[in-house]
């Protein structure tokens, strides 16, 4: 892509980022109503009112002043409390304060905290080899279908490396494709040729490093003071948390990949905390994640995404969308990723084929479907079992 080409590009984007922000709201109409609490009483009747109350202490590695915090945890705490008839509410951290991000596992393990992310992105050394498929370039149209193909995986696939955690599943959510902010500018693939990024372990950093880029890893708050010290060159996130975490401040270029990669970020809960809750609590509880989950992604990568993509146009930060010839050419890249997942599962003796075989089943049945739409499956039919032990 040419420099004057980019330039017509960014010329573009705060108009695309309006109308991207005005489509985010429409698609997301039930997901705000959820968290403005609109079916809490559908749980109501289901619970007890007599019983006794818990709190769950929950910590999140997001700043207090977040859109996410804001917009989806703080509203969702009420859903909870409304859900339950005030006899579960969360009580957060927020930042690092509790402990670093990877120390997650240990926390709830060992019931320090109630719930708190344990991604196993960011967990190589765990295993999580079937679950690296969710990351692979080119199989999801968006961070809905993702979120509740991850759901109905989880018992079957994914339950076991979690359960060797010693840790219960809380919410599986996925993010929205990842974007690349670079210091210098990116508008092909054979421009991130020896680039040091920012992705996680396993096959998302894999994803980068076929295409020449030497990954580093980095937690989301580390990735700022990285780039501006000069330690990277770029990360692979999101645009809502490049916000988030400060990237925009520190780069001047954008490149949307659309099917590159995407994360999954799960939130763990502590069995001990989990067992010590009666029977109806719990049910309220696992529909209360399946609905934060999904309103999660599409609030925050779909309306918080677009505001933070109007944010970087007004701070004059450059967009590059891929050309027609480098579409066609990461579509070939995908499919080659794809395989080569499958092939080196099977070659070690895991189910890479029957895995996939079933992602790409359910990622056809909902793959249609809106965010409107998953989100009223979730209100209306979350998918069970997920907290549960195997």
């Not at 920012?198 to 994803?207: L, M, T």
């Amino acid at each position: 892509m040419t420099v004057a080409s980019a330039a017509s590009t960014q010329a573009t984007v705060a108009e695309a980022a309006a109308g991207d922000l005005q489509s985010a709201l429409d698609r997301t109409t039930v997901a705000r109503a959820w968290l403005a609490g609109d079916f809490s009483q559908r749980w109501q009747q289901r619970v007890d009112r007599g019983g006794p109350s818990f709190v769950l202490r929950l910590a999140a590695h997001n700043p207090a002043d977040a859109f996410v915090v804001r917009e989806v945890f703080t509203p969702a705490f009420r859903v909870l409390q409304s859900m339950s008839h005030g006899r579960l509410s969360i009580e957060p951290v927020w930042g690092e304060g509790s402990h670093v991000l990877t120390d997650g596992w240990r926390m709830v393990r060992d019931g320090l905290i109630d719930i708190t992310a344990c991604y196993s992105s960011r967990s190589p050394e765990l295993g999580f080899k079937l679950f690296q498929g969710l990351f692979l370039p080119g199989l999801f149209p968006g961070a809905h279908v993702a979120t509740l193909v991850s759901e109905l995986l989880y018992r079957q696939w994914l339950m076991a490396d979690f359960d060797r955690q010693g840790v219960r599943m809380g919410r599986l959510k996925a993010t929205a494709g990842d974007v690349v902010f670079s210091r210098r500018p990116i508008r092909a693939l054979d421009d991130m040729r020896g680039l040091r990024i920012s992705a996680s372990s396993g096959w998302h950093g894999e994803i980068y490093r076929q295409l020449g880029a030497i990954v580093c890893m980095k937690t989301s708050p580390q990735v700022a003071a990285a780039i501006a010290s000069g330690e990277i060159d770029a990360a692979a996130m999101t645009d809502g948390s490049a916000q988030v975490f400060g990237v925009d401040r520190v780069t001047r270029y954008r490149l949307e990949t659309g099917s590159l990669g995407r994360l999954n970020l799960e939130y763990c809960v502590s069995p001990r905390a989990y067992c010590a809750l009666p029977s109806d609590l719990r049910a309220v509880l696992g529909a209360w994640f399946s609905g934060l989950a999904q309103a999660e992604c599409q609030v925050f990568y779909g309306v918080g995404g677009a505001q933070a993509r109007m944010h970087f146009a007004r701070q004059g930060m450059e967009t590059t969308r891929l050309d027609r010839n480098e579409t066609l050419r990461l579509a070939s890249f995908n499919a080659m990723v794809q395989g080569r997942f499958v092939a080196n599962l099977d070659a070690t003796g895991l189910p890479g084929t029957r895995f996939m075989r079933d992602l790409l089943a359910n990622t056809r049945q909902f793959g249609k479907a809106t965010e409107n739409d998953l989100m009223q499956l979730a209100i209306d039919s979350p998918v069970v079992g997920i907290n549960e032990p195997g």
